[in-house]
Nanobody
Framework: QVQLVESGGGSVQAGGSLRLSCVVS????????MAWFRQAPGKEREEVAR???????VYADSVKGRFTIYRYYSNHTLDLQMNDLKPEDTAMFYC????????????????WGKGTLVTICS
């Protein structure tokens, strides 16, 4: 069973930055697609950024140019650097993984962390 543990959430002013981190327990970390999702109050869960097993990265349009996803193979860590944060970025952020290539459907992601809360104050 893959375990994902997020950290780094908090409350910051609009325009500020946060860096989220996720530690992955899976030994074969390199064989997993990794992603960050978020869910704002009253809204559906949405994908923020993903990094596939071949290194391909995809960002949601709403975060392009502001968020950067990093994958560190040496210590099985997935980070999300978030800059120029906006009130609409307020959400619970989840670290997510799936063995193999990144799936297209939300229901196809097998492993989810418990989440870390990000609150942006205007």
């Amino acid at each position: 069973q893959v375990q994902l543990v997020e950290s780094g959430g908090g409350s910051v002013q609009a325009g500020g930055s946060l860096r989220l981190s996720c530690v992955v327990s899976e030994y074969d970390f390199k064989d997993y697609c990794m992603a960050w999702f978020r869910q704002a109050p009253g809204k559906e869960r949405e994908e923020v950024a993903r990094i596939d097993t071949d290194g391909e990265i995809v960002y949601a349009d709403s975060v392009k140019g502001r968020f950067t996803i990093y994958r560190y193979y040496s210590n099985h860590t997935l980070d999300l650097q978030m800059n120029d944060l906006k009130p609409e970025d307020t959400a619970m952020f989840y670290c997510v993984s799936q063995r193999g290539n990144c799936p297209l459907k939300l229901a196809s992601w097998d492993y989810w962390g418990k989440g870390t809360l990000v609150t942006i104050c205007s």
